[in-house]
């Protein structure tokens, strides 16, 4: 089973500055999907970044830009210019590319609570 | 708004009853799943089903149970309720193609057992 780990509960930046957020997760399939999902105060679930195992190029959504290193198993979440609307617990997650009956679950980190500072 | 309706948003009840939780999966997805997050809490995997069909299980536990309805619209029934089933419960749905893998979640809906 795919395991998805988060070693920071709780992580600050200011205002402007940047900041990192560590995943690594463990499987044995080649090619799958990751996420980061972001929580805020409202607890919606929001899609931050997407990331396919077989694409080399690390994923970049605007100030959300991921590093994806395949061979570690791991995929940290930079978030540059950070904002205040960017406080939130923020969630990696898993998935299998393989599509089989409709599709697998995502598998959750346990995540990092950011906060941004004035 | 991800397209997927859950409700109720918020549900009071008390120990030992019965509730049943409803969600409507985006229009064309035949994918539904079901998330337990406790208070301060990573999202748990309960169940998925695929067009009608339970396709895999995770930890939930065997006073819960859902299905899904032709119409694609799933309910997830928890009974003999506890204190600890308080918690914030979500549905997702996704196409069945391949496609760019996300979950889309509903607000949730919280439920309170006192």
Redesign the interface.
């Known amino acids: 089973a795919q395991t998805v780990t988060q070693s920071q509960p709780e992580m600050s930046v200011q205002e402007a500055e940047t900041v990192t957020l560590s995943c690594t997760y463990d499987t044995s399939e080649s090619d799958y999907y990751l996420f980061w999902y972001k929580q805020p105060p409202s607890r919606q679930m929001i899609l931050v970044i997407r990331q396919e195992a077989y694409k080399q190029q690390n994923a970049t959504e605007n100030r959300f830009s991921v590093n994806f290193q395949k061979a570690a198993k791991s995929f940290s979440l930079k978030i540059s210019d950070s904002q205040l609307g960017d406080a939130a617990m923020y969630f990696c997650a898993y998935r299998s590319y393989i599509l089989t009956g409709g599709g697998n679950k995502l598998t959750f980190g346990t995540g990092t609570q950011l906060k941004v500072e004035l | 708004d991800s397209g997927v309706t859950q409700t109720p948003k918020h549900l009071i009840t008390a120990t030992g009853q019965r509730v049943t939780l409803r969600c409507s999966p985006r229009s064309g997805d ?2 539904v ?1 079901w998330y337990q ?1 406790s208070l301060d ?3 748990q ?1 309960l169940i ?1 089903y ?2 009608g ?1 339970e ?2 299980k ?1 930890n939930i536990l065997e006073r819960f149970s859902a299905q899904q309805f032709p119409d694609l619209h799933s309910e997830l029934n928890l009974s003999s309720l506890e204190l600890g089933d308080s918690a ?1 419960y ?1 549905c ?1 749905s ?10 889309f ?1 509903g ?2 809906s ?1 439920l309170t057992v006192l």
């Open positions: 035949l994918s799943y997050q809490q990573g999202l995997f998925h695929y067009n069909e396709r895999a995770g914030l979500f997702a996704s196409v069945t193609q391949k496609n760019t893998g996300e979950l979640f607000e949730g919280r």
